[in-house]
């Protein structure tokens, strides 16, 4: 159990479910960009962890950076993205791996792959740790999706309830009970 605030969490994917899935999605982005040097785009603060131990698996030759954008108040996304720290480096032609924590209503995703595309890149995949896919209201491309899981609140490993409890190593689901 984990109290994080006002609420209660409870265990939900641990640590070892984790690395393993981490170490598959890394194999597949291995075998799909063999040969390429594709720049691994880490959305903050959420896929830091994500991002790292994704990376920590890949043996192909890439890049790595970071973008920051929230969307989140409390335990609900607001529908309001709000680009806090863009990116730096020159994307056109490039390969890109936009690495996320979670995709739930689409909205934060679709909004940084928009912008991403305006800058010309050769490609966008979506990486996504967690995948809410009843939560969702704008279609997107998920092309490597570490769980699907229902629309409930999750917190650990990354992901936070009002800026705390992303230091874990395994995902807490909020008790209901």
Not at 12 to 30: C, H, P, V, Y
Not at 81 to 106: F, N, S, Y
Not at 135 to 146: E, M
């Amino acid at each position: 159990m984990l109290t994080v605030l006002d609420k209660t969490f409870v265990p939900f994917i641990g640590r070892d479910t984790l690395q393993e899935r981490i170490s598959e999605l890394a194999d597949q982005i291995n075998r799909d960009y063999a040969g390429r040097c594709p720049l691994i785009v880490g959305v903050l603060n959420g896929a830091v962890l994500f991002t790292a131990d994704l990376l920590k698996n890949l043996t192909i030759d890439c890049e790595i950076t970071f973008i920051r954008v929230a969307s989140y108040e409390q335990t609900t996304s607001t529908g309001n993205i709000k680009e806090i720290l863009g990116l730096t480096e020159a994307i056109t032609g490039r390969d890109l791996i936009v690495v996320e924590d979670i995709v739930d209503t689409g909205m934060t995703i679709a909004h940084v792959c928009q912008q991403l595309a305006e800058k010309g890149p050769a490609s966008i995949a979506i990486a996504t740790l967690l995948f809410k896919p009843a939560a969702l209201k704008t279609k997107v491309d998920l092309a490597y999706v570490g769980f699907e899981i229902e629309n409930q609140f999750v917190v650990g490993y990354g992901l936070d309830y009002d800026g705390l409890g992303r230091n874990t190593k395994d995902i807490f689901v909020l008790n209901e009970s």
